[in-house]
């Protein structure tokens, strides 16, 4: 079965440092998103990307954040200078169309210390 | 703007029993409606879903939820708990087009032996 592949698994990052989290779709998914888990906390919606661009973005998803799709395949999640509370499992999800379900990377466990 | 709310953050059966996870949404438009399960350390799996059509969904590993317009729920069933469905639990709604989710706050389902 297709999958939402998100790499690394786990990546700690000195605060104030940017950090990229990577994300292949799978492949001929049409929307893509990102979503946050803090410890203990529900998941929390990111930001959607269609045809290109953002398509909705959460108050969440400050000037710190950006993703960009750079080639056929990857989509990423910058975030340009970590805060402690940055610190949260990320997850990546993609679906094909928007009457079908979303399908979740298994996450990217980020540590800001 | 849609929200979630699952009432019951933990839930305790006795193996062999029904399991029922409640879940109540608002959305200011028809709604499609998820449940993810998800395992210790691991990503969100898709149970069952919900866009148009019948209103009783069946999912993976012997899971069904009713969509129930004049209450807004969206209730998750299982005749017979097993041991390997311990897990968390989250209902989701989306409002169509290229939105993100929005998750309750989770739903911890313990079996008993």
């Known amino acids: 079965e297709p999958e939402v592949t998100q790499t690394p698994s786990h990546q700690v990052t000195q605060m104030g440092q940017e950090v990229i989290l990577r994300c292949v779709p799978i492949?001929?998914?049409?929307?893509f998103y990102w979503y946050r888990q803090i410890l203990g906390q529900k998941v929390e919606f990111l930001v959607s990307f269609y045809n290109n661009e953002i398509s909705e973005k959460s108050e969440i998803f400050d000037d710190q954040f950006s993703v960009e799709r750079p080639d056929g395949s990857n989509f990423t999640l910058k975030i340009r200078s970590t805060k402690l509370e940055d610190s949260a499992m990320y997850f990546c999800?993609?679906?094909?169309?928007?009457?079908?379900?979303?399908?979740f990377g298994s996450g990217t466990r980020l540590t800001v210390v | 703007a849609q929200s979630v709310t699952q009432l019951g953050s933990h839930v305790s059966v006795s193996e062999g029993a029904l399991v029922l996870l409640r879940c109540n949404y608002s959305s200011s438009v028809p709604p499609y409606l998820f449940w993810y399960v998800q395992y210790p350390n691991q990503g969100l799996q898709l149970l069952l879903k919900?866009?148009?059509?019948?209103?009783l969904v069946k999912g993976i590993n012997g899971f069904e939820a009713e969509f129930k317009k004049s209450e807004t729920s969206f209730h998750l069933t299982k005749p017979s708990a097993h041991m390997s469905d311990a897990a968390e639990y989250f209902c989701a709604v989306s409002e169509g087009g290229a939105d993100g989710l929005t998750f309750g706050k989770g739903t911890h389902l313990i079996i008993q032996p």
């Open positions: 919900y866009t148009t059509g019948a209103t």
């Open positions: 999800a993609s679906r094909e169309g928007t009457a079908y379900g979303y399908t």
């Open positions: 492949s001929n998914h049409l929307y």
